[in-house]
């Protein structure tokens, strides 16, 4: 007998070499939580696209930690990685209808809001504070931004490179006495391992808190400070200048937003956000250099 359950652990066993820790830990959750539970000592035989729409239904009614829906996105995400489980054993083609994932409507900082921070930002600059003007004038993801040293910054050629992350995962040491872990890895794709060139604006700023290479440029330290704690300081500084709360990522798609009304074009744009793809055409034709980047990037920076 071949049961799900058995597969799914050797699956996971053979792809953890070959996974980032981030990743692994990502499928051996959904592993763990949804698919081993729910299939429990059915053998894989039994396993057919209806069987598979029965597991779909009931985990878009109540499969999540609290008993609620879960998201399209993360349904989608439990198929697909069940489907490479499955695969990995026997010939199956997925033939049901996924759910839909509607896309939620994107939050920015209004002009008002976007002069308050600014201003806010201005006054008593420090490191943290730095971190915010930082992601305004670049688009820098929160991991990005808190695994950044000042060896990442080169103020004579004036460019960021991007060439790492940090978040926390769920740790899959069955030995350890933390549920979770940080972790400082290679970023989620090739794109997002991208030089970006530095406005004059920020180059000035960065200048005058340029410490030792190996510390982090939130902390001026060796030690990092870790996404969601650095969160809590952004959301503190949003009461401060009594603007309402935003989540971080806010602030990368005010970068896009701006970038787009100052008429950045789109190819530059997708590889400063280190986005994997704009199209076919635009991928395979339009290649703007780092100088032409920094032409562009220079716009955002106008006024600040």
Request: contains cysteine; charged residues 25%; aromatic residues 8%.
């Amino acid at each position: 007998m071949k049961t799900i359950e058995k597969i799914t652990k050797e699956f996971l066993a053979k792809a953890k070499p070959k996974l980032k820790e981030s990743t692994y830990s990502g499928y051996s959750f959904i592993c763990e939580r949804h698919i081993i539970p729910y299939f429990k000592g059915t053998d894989i035989s039994q396993l057919n696209n209806d069987t598979i729409r029965d597991f779909v239904l009931y985990k878009m009614k109540n499969g999540g930690l609290d008993g609620t829906a879960l998201s399209p996105k993360t349904i989608n995400d439990m198929l697909c990685l069940l489907a490479q489980i499955i695969r990995s054993h026997i010939q199956f083609d997925l033939d049901i209808e996924k759910p839909q994932y509607i896309q939620e409507e994107i939050n920015v900082l209004t002009e008002i809001d976007y002069n308050k921070l600014k201003t806010y930002l201005a006054i008593g600059t420090d490191s943290k504070k730095l971190g915010i003007i930082i992601v305004l004038l670049t688009g820098l993801r929160l991991g990005e931004l808190c695994s950044l040293k000042w060896s990442d910054i080169d103020l004579e050629k004036g460019t960021i490179s991007i060439n790492k992350t940090i978040q926390r995962i769920k740790s899959t040491d069955q030995y350890s006495t933390s549920k979770t872990k940080i972790v400082i890895d290679t970023p989620k794709s090739k794109a997002s391992v991208r030089t970006i060139p530095i406005p004059l604006i920020l180059l000035s700023k960065l200048g005058n808190f340029k410490s030792s290479d190996n510390s982090y440029i939130l902390t001026n330290t060796n030690k990092h400070i870790e996404p969601r704690v650095y969160q809590r300081h952004f959301k503190s500084y949003l009461k401060e200048c009594g603007i309402r709360e935003y989540n971080f990522h806010v602030l990368r798609h005010t970068f896009a937003t701006m970038a787009i009304s100052k008429e950045m074009d789109i190819k530059t744009l997708s590889m400063l956000l280190g986005h994997t793809d704009v199209g076919f055409t635009m991928k395979r034709y339009i290649h703007p250099n780092i100088e032409h980047r920094r032409l562009q990037i220079e716009k955002i920076a106008v006024g600040f």
